[in-house]
């Protein structure tokens, strides 16, 4: 005799290399995972393109490997989150126009200067922070600059996980902690903001609705719930930016707490009562993603463009026929320091703390006595130096967190969570679930369903199972190396500057 179906929910996150679902039953227990990547293409340099039907195809097959697993399971919602900032255009017929522009595109990046010029004076206090290559507002001055025609199609503008939810519902919609990411936000008042679309030209009925975090925009449609092997009329519910998220997911939503996820990119995310853009641009203040009663409000945000994204890279380069993982454990056959190799982490520019588009990356310290396990020691220590670079401008403005919490794919690795603790000199708190930002759509979710409370529910809350304590002695070594670095970055820079003016 064959149990009764037990409810549960979709949650849906479309990273940036890959679309992550997870299916969580009622008591908050995980019953079944699944995943599924699509490329990045690069047409040109610093172009970073996605094409929007690799997303769908995506969803299905992540879907369909959760759904494996929790055959017992009836799905109540579909929670989507995903990667912030880039743009996705469509026009009249609700047809994508070309690939979609992601967060990583740098295509912008020469335009910056004469962008900020033309926008209003007090920009950052408006949006939150500085403007970036790779969100809404760049990609959209570029291409109205540079692709006239695509320009003169466009009729409607959409956040990545947002065209995704269209793909499922017919319906359009964003919310703050997403919509806060796209430099189009006047993050204080919560509605987009017409001076802003005013300089770029833009037309505000191309823009979707604001609507809070956890809000069911949407009934899942039949050609979708089909694809997807659901049944049609399920609510779908837009939980927020992935950042934002994974915080929700880790329970992250007080002021003493801190989150860092190592993805591609690596976030830092600290949340805060108080709107307080920084005026010098090192992070930005935006909603949070917690939709119950009382929250917290905001969070200031980190972003380091280069965490993932250098590993896979050394990975290209040394790693052989072997995987990821596996090079990332030979770092432990290297001292801490890697016998005085250091590694600047920006193969894509940066965001916090220098904001540089122009940025790139270089060993320092190279000799012939270092081999494949220092070069991988060197770029995780390199990624967790800038982590840790931009957390301490955090640390300047208030009081250290009393327990950081590590989360995404590189947290995985015993390996780069004890640099991590050991950089930062503190407790790093993680658990044996990875897909943090998923896993905070499920919660978004259950508090939609009522089946929790947020923020203050704490049984909804993946198992911790490690707390890494920092080594004394590798962490006064890092506080040595770590000025060092700084030095070093700030001196390379103009030099990395000159050296992309000379013609190729």
Partial sequence: MSRAPRPGVLAIDLGTSSVKALVVDQRGEIIGRGGATYPTHHPSPGFDEQEVDDWFDATIAATATARRFARDIAIQAVSVTGQMHGTVLFDEHNQSLGHAIVWSDLRAADDLDTLEQALPDDLRSRI?????????????????????????????????????????????????????????????????????????????????????????????????????????????????????????????????SALVVLSTGAQILRPSTAYAPDPGGRWHTWPAAVPGDGNVGWNRIGAVLNSGRAVSWIHGIIGGSGTVRELVDTATLAPAGADSLLFLPYLAGERSPILDPHARGAFIGLTDRHGPAHLVRAVLEGVTFSIADAMDHFSREEAPPAMIHLGGGGSSAPVWRQIVADV?????????????????????????????????????????????????????????????????????????????????
Wanted: aromatic share 6%; proline share 9%.
């Fill in 424 to 504: 930062i000199g503190a407790p790093i708190q993680t658990s044996d679930l990875t897909d943090t930002s998923a896993f905070g759509a499920a919660r978004i979710a259950a508090h939609t369903l009522g089946w929790i409370t947020l923020p203050d529910d704490r049984e909804w809350l993946p198992r911790r199972t490690t707390v890494v304590t920092p080594d004394q002695e590798r962490t006064a070594r890092y506080r040595e190396i770590l000025p060092i670095y700084r030095k070093l970055a700030a001196a390379v820079l103009p030099l990395s500057h000159e050296l992309q003016r000379v013609p190729s």
């Fill in 128 to 256: 939150g922070g500085p403007v970036a290559t790779g969100y809404q507002v760049a990609s959209l001055h570029w291409l109205r600059q540079h692709r006239p025609r695509a320009w003169a199609r466009i009729r409607k503008v959409l956040l990545p996980k947002d065209a995704l939810v269209m793909l499922l519902t017919g319906i359009a919609a964003t919310d703050p902690s997403d919509a806060a990411s796209t430099g189009l936000f006047d993050a204080e008042r919560g509605q987009w903001d017409g001076a802003i679309l005013d300089a770029l030209a833009l037309n505000p009925e191309w823009l979707p609705p604001i609507l809070p975090c956890g809000t069911p925009i949407g009934l899942l449609a039949p050609e979708a719930a089909e694809a997807l092997g659901l049944s049609a009329g399920i609510p779908v519910i837009v939980a927020g930016g992935d950042a934002p998220v994974a915080a929700v997911g880790t329970g992250v939503t007080s002021e003493r």
